[in-house]
């Protein structure tokens, strides 16, 4: 069974920093057959895509509202998804979401969420 659980959401400071993580259980990140994606969706919003990273090429993209700022990385040994967030600002606060998309088998698994909330 596949699962995926996020953490290192919290409160932090307009300009601080923070970083999520992804562990994926049941799915080798480094399959090359996955897209490694983190989504955000703030109250009232659609959820939207924050970054992207896609196996076998490796190849990342990110929303322009974040790029420069943010960043996806992974550690296969740890089957771990990061998302490294700095300069963060008050509109970044959202529920954030990992998603893998799985091309062989056509199938989207999603994590629980955590929550990024950038305050002073």
């Known amino acids: 069974q596949v699962q995926l659980v996020e953490s290192g959401g919290g409160l932090v400071q307009p300009g601080g920093s923070l970083r999520l993580s992804c562990v994926a259980s049941?799915?080798?990140?480094?399959?090359?057959?996955?897209?490694w994606s983190w989504y955000r969706q703030a109250p009232g919003k659609e959820r939207e895509l924050v970054a992207r990273?896609?196996?076998?090429?490796?190849?990342?993209i990110y929303a322009d509202s974040v790029k420069g700022r943010f960043t996806i990385s992974r550690d296969n040994a740890k089957n771990t998804v990061y998302l490294q967030m700095n300069s963060l600002k008050p509109e970044d606060t959202a529920v954030y979401y990992c998603?893998?998309?799985?091309?062989?088998?056509?199938?989207?698994?999603w994590g629980q969420g955590t929550q990024v909330t950038v305050s002073s």
């Open positions: 049941g799915l080798p990140i480094s399959s090359y057959y996955l897209s």
């Open positions: 990273n896609t196996n076998p090429s490796g190849s990342t």
């Open positions: 998603n893998a998309v799985d091309r062989v088998r056509v199938t989207n698994y």
